[in-house]
């Protein structure tokens, strides 16, 4: 097959980069011909993901740096900088779950994927700016379908995703005149993932989340990857502010309706 050269001599920052869907993107990116920096909370699991991401042959740098944490984002952003040039591409992925009713989450608790999921998209996108290939830089945040449809405990993801969403349209509105396109991906259920793992733990649970699914299935880490090279390329250099949801047809509805009338899965 011939090698893919879409993504070659630029260079990709994933954030929350170790593992999943994240980890998934920043290997195609590699694998299109890009540099990648990856940063997560460990240096241990940032340090062998950026390993893996190397073996498709160009430079892969791993950083420990908290999305929380302003000033170790930022400092990650300028090593890349000062590594490789100016960044192509941002993904903004970083993100906590649990699964808990509101009267069993402490303030702390709401607080904490708030402080991950939202402030860490912004303090990755915000401290990128100065950094960025201008014009032509593509951002991309990861948000969810929890975004727009309320989920019973889920009310600090639901919360956190819905701010995503208009930060990530509000950037587009502002940095769009300097040439940097600001998109969002909304992943529905992806298998072998902990965010999966976490909301469907039983194998009844699973068959629940894949019934809901217009495709019926799981979505798989390639498909999102599929997305985040899209949004990166050339081919959507005029999508600005878009939401992209790859679920299946998950955010159609909620099968609320077939039930009332007996239908569905
Ligand atoms: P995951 O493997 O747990 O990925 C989360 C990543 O974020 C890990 O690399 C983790 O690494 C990093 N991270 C967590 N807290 C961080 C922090 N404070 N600072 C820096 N990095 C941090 O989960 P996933 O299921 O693949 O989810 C990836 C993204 O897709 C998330 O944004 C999630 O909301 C979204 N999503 C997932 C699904 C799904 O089906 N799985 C569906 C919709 C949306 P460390 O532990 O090393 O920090
Ligand atoms: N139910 C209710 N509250 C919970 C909880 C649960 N299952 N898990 C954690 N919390 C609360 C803690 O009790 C704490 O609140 P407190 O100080 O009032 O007791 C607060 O959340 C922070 O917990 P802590 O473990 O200190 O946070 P952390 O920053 O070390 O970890 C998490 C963040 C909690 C989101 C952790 O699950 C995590 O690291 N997740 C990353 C991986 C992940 O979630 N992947 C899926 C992405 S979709």
Redesign the pocket.
């Known amino acids: 097959m011939a090698q893919d050269t879409q993504l070659a001599g630029k260079t990709a920052f994933v954030a929350g980069g170790s593992s999943g869907i994240n980890l998934g993107i920043a290997k195609r990116f590699a694998a299109a011909g890009a540099n990648v920096v990856l940063i997560s909370r460990s240096q241990e699991k940032i340090e062998a993901a950026a390993k893996e991401v190397s073996t498709f042959g160009k430079p892969a740098i791993g950083i420990a740096a908290d999305v929380r944490d302003y000033a170790a984002v930022e400092a990650a952003l300028k090593r890349t900088f000062d590594e490789f040039g100016p960044i192509d591409i941002v993904l903004s992925g970083a993100?906590?779950?649990?699964?808990?009713p509101a009267l069993?989450?402490?303030a702390?608790?709401f607080k904490?994927?708030v402080d991950?999921d939202l402030i860490g998209t912004f303090n990755v996108l915000r401290a990128s700016f100065e950094f960025l290939r201008k014009p032509g830089a593509s951002l991309i945040s990861i948000t969810a379908g929890q975004a727009t449809r309320a989920s019973m405990f889920q009310a600090h993801v639901c919360a956190a995703k819905a701010g995503i969403n208009m930060l990530t349209q509000c950037l587009a509105l502002e940095w769009g005149p300097a040439g940097v396109r600001v998109n969002a991906i909304s992943p529905g259920p992806i298998a072998d993932t902990?965010?999966m793992a976490?909301l469907a733990s039983t194998p009844e649970a699973e068959a629940r989340v894949k019934s809901r699914v217009p495709l019926r299935r799981y979505g798989t880490k390639d498909e999102i990857a599929d997305a985040a090279l899209f949004l990166s390329s050339d081919a959507a250099r005029y999508i600005n502010g878009a939401i992209l949801p790859v679920d299946g047809g998950s955010g159609c509805g909620d099968g609320a309706g077939d039930a009332l009338l007996g239908l569905g899965a």
């Open positions: 993100a906590g779950n649990f699964v808990a069993g989450m402490s702390n608790g904490t994927v991950i902990e965010g976490r």
